[in-house]
């Protein structure tokens, strides 16, 4: 007992998330975040579709009760990873913040 080492915890880390527009999702990407409007839902995949009024991507989400509380319409801040090659381009959703208070011309100029 008097030889035993400590159990080291190892730490995991995320790569960050990469602010984009959805017309520049590439696969090489890795963690995006983007903001947009979800234009429709696929209550079956739990899927959605949003458009930055530039381009529109597919979201796949893993988290039923979080895609529920989603509406068409409604303006959001989508975190995930980029999935697919080419102009197949899908994110596979970690989280998606509801943006609808957010006052969307400031969000443009700070980030744009």
């Not at 007992?1 to 400590?6: K, N, R, Y």
């Not at 960050?16 to 983007?34: H, M, Q, T, W, Y």
């Not at 381009?55 to 509406?71: G, W």
Request: proline share 3%.
């Amino acid at each position: 007992m008097a030889d035993e080492v400590p159990e080291q915890k190892q730490i995991i880390r995320r790569a960050p998330a990469i602010e984009v527009r959805v017309k520049d999702l590439k696969e090489n990407l890795g963690r995006v975040s983007f903001v947009g409007t979800i234009i429709s839902r696929a209550v079956e995949t739990e899927s959605f579709i949003v458009d930055d009024a530039d381009a529109r991507v597919l979201v796949l989400m893993n988290d039923q009760p979080a895609f529920e509380r989603l509406k068409e319409g409604q303006y959001v801040r989508v975190f995930g990873k980029v999935m697919g090659t080419g102009d197949e381009v899908e994110i596979l959703a970690d989280f998606v913040q509801d943006f609808s208070k957010i006052d969307r011309e400031l969000y443009k100029r700070v980030f744009a």
